[in-house]
Every structure is written in C-alpha cells, then in structure tokens.
C-alpha cells in the first residue's frame, strides 16, 4: 500500500505571497491532518479534516486553512505569507477506525519564505 | 504551555545499550500515546503506540513503559544500533490531535 505523498516537496516563495500545499492519504484513510515542524515551535497541529469537514483546529491565525475532497486528499493554504511561515508542513493520515487512530505521516514539503 | 515534557534533549549510546526516553504529559484526556523516529529529511514514521489502559507494550528492541498515575511514559530501545540514530518524539492524543513533545536527538556510537 502506498504511503501518504506529498507535492510539492520543497516551495520557495516570497513574503506576501499565498502557498498550497496538497497530500494524498493512504488509500481507505478519511481523516487527514496537517502539522508544522520548525526548530524552534517543534510539532505542532493545524487542522484535521474527516469525509470533507474540519474536525479539529490548532492555534494558528486564520491566514493557514484547508480543504478535503471526496477522495480524502487534502489541501492546505498559507495567505499572506510571513517569514515565521518558513517550515516543514507534513500531512499525516488516519483509518479512524474505531480505537485506533494511528497517524502516518508523509515525507512533507518545506516551504522557504523569503 | 507545553502539554508533553520529553526528556533529554539529546542522548548518545553506545552499540548494544538501553536508550531510554522519558516523557510526561499534564492532560488526563490523553487517550493514545505513540512514539515517531524521525530521519533527517523524512517525516515523522510511527515506531509503537500505547493506550492508557496497558501499563507496557514491546515490539521488537521497543518497549513502553506507562505509569498513568505518575503521568509518564518512556520508551526503551534494547540492543542499540547505529541505525537508530535519529530524533525521537513522543505525543499524546486526544480527539486525533496530537501533541509532541520536543524531541531527543539519539546517537548510537560504535
């Protein structure tokens, strides 16, 4: 079975500009959820998404939001971009199968603000 | 605030010794408990998982022990290996949303 993909893998892009971010789960998971990694911040949650609706959201501005489609993959977007925006983004994906939640990430994209 | 306290931030062992990695979290809500390995340049790859309900869990050289009164966790890593090394995160889960700990960067030495 194929892992959970990311694209793309590594973004640069300027202060101001807007940024999406796509992941394809792991076939037959519907919850996706999305993570920052910095050095500084470590792992820290953003949203989740379950059959098309957030599910959970973290403490991050408004300017970081997402999407699922139908076929459980999974969109995020970064607006107005800052250079603290600067990270690993990693998508991780679930069955959600009852009393189970394993999460597998995939390889992430980084994204460089300049 | 920071939910989940890993300790220590780096460690070095050397091949054939215990690693051990302890964690400790303040929500009681916490309801699964997993650890990841990390290689540079990869995402995070789940290693072994446990619930509150189990006090130890070992898969391979990986074991967890849990103390749900004590609120802790730790992982132990049998029979190092200097492909172990890698960083380590531990987190805890409530309502799919997981919550990291910092992290410990382990060196396996020859």
């Known amino acids: 079975k194929a892992g959970v993909t990311q694209t793309p893998r590594y973004l640069i892009k300027t202060r101001g500009q807007q940024v999406t971010l796509s992941c394809s789960p792991i076939s037959g998971h519907r919850s996706v959820s999305w993570y920052q990694q910095t050095p500084g911040q470590g792992l820290q949650f953003l949203f989740e998404?379950?059959?098309?609706?957030?599910?959970n959201k973290g403490n991050f501005p408004g300017r970081f939001s997402g999407r699922q489609f139908s076929n459980s993959r999974s969109e995020m977007n970064v607006s107005t971009l800052e250079l603290g925006d600067s990270a690993l983004y990693l998508c991780?994906?679930?069955?959600?199968?009852?009393?189970?939640?394993?999460?597998?990430f995939g390889p992430g994209t980084r994204l460089t603000v300049l | 605030q920071q939910q989940v306290k890993q300790s220590p931030q780096s460690l070095i062992v050397q091949k054939g010794g215990i690693s051990i990695i302890n964690c400790a979290y303040e929500?009681?809500?916490?309801?699964?408990f997993p650890w990841y390995q990390q290689f540079p340049g990869k995402g995070p790859a789940l290693l072994i998982a446990i619930r509150p309900d189990v006090s130890e869990k070992k898969e391979g050289r990986f074991t967890i022990s849990f103390n749900k009164s004590a609120k802790q966790f730790s992982l132990h890593i049998m029979d190092s290996q200097p492909g172990d090394s890698a960083t380590y995160f531990c987190?805890?889960?409530?309502?799919?949303?997981?919550?990291f700990g910092t992290g410990t960067r382990l060196q396996v030495t020859l």
């Open positions: 929500n009681t809500a916490f309801d699964y």
């Open positions: 991780a994906s679930s069955y959600q199968r009852q009393g189970g939640n394993e999460q597998f």
């Open positions: 987190a805890a889960s409530t309502a799919s949303k997981l919550t």
């Open positions: 998404y379950f059959s098309e609706t957030q599910r």
